[in-house]
Every structure is written in C-alpha cells, then in structure tokens.
Nanobody
Framework: QVQLVESGGGLVQPGGSLRLACTAT????????IGWFRQAPGKEREGVSC????????YYADSVKGRFTASRGDAEHTNYLQMNSLNSEDPAIYYC????????????????????WGRGTQVSVSS
C-alpha cells in the first residue's frame, strides 16, 4: 500500500523558514517525481513545485521561485521542500504527491496526473 506522509509544518513569523518533508512507503520513490501542492481556505489546490526522479530537474510556481527549493533527501524515501522568506500569501495546507515524471513546464502542476497523495501539513505565517 502506497503512503505519503508530510511533516514539518507549523507556525512561523513573516520572513521565516520551514522545511517540509515527504516520506513515502510502498513506492519506489527513486523512480517517482514528487510534487508539492498547497490549498488555502476558499482557494483551489495549486502546484508549488515538482522534482524529477532521475535528473533532479525542478519546477516551481512563479509565486515561490527564488524562495522555495525542492530536493531529494539523503534519507531513503524522503523528499524535502525548503521554504524561505515566508509571507502572508503562503499559509495553507501543504501536500506532497507522486507521479512517474513531472512532465515539463506545461504539465507538472496538473493535479489529475498525480495518483498518490499525502494528507497534508499545515503551514501558518503570523507575527
């Protein structure tokens, strides 16, 4: 059974940082792209980033470019999303998801292409 579990969310002040982790079981994570999505209250779930399994190519939403970094961890089955310079636009539930490949700039954020999802972790930004 495939399971993705997010961790690392919490409350941070504006300008602060958090590192989210996504741990996968039941899935050969070295063969799957890991996407990160977020959903704020009253808004649609949106793509944040995706990292490819082999070449490590990364894709980001314009709103997080230069602030967020996706990476594949040294620990087996774990991927990370480093979030810096958090601001009032970033609070949401953050989800990780898996698919065979990010499939490039045009398609990496298509939710329907991700068959596996975690249950999310809350990120809050407040002074």
């Amino acid at each position: 059974q495939v399971q993705l579990v997010e961790s690392g969310g919490g409350l941070v002040q504006p300008g602060g940082s958090l590192r989210l982790a996504c741990t996968a079981t039941g899935l050969p994570v070295e063969l799957y792209a890991i996407g990160w999505f977020r959903q704020a209250p009253g808004k649609e779930r949106e793509g944040v980033s995706c990292i490819n399994p082999r070449d490590g190519a990364t894709y980001y939403a314009d709103s997080v470019k230069g602030r967020f970094t996706a990476s594949r961890g040294d620990a087996e089955h774990t991927n990370y999303l480093q979030m810096n310079s958090l601001n009032s636009e970033d609070p949401a539930i953050y989800y990780c998801a898996a698919r065979p490949d990010c499939s490039g700039t045009m398609y990496w954020a298509l939710r329907r292409e991700y068959p596996y999802w975690g249950r999310g972790t809350q990120v809050s930004v407040s002074s």
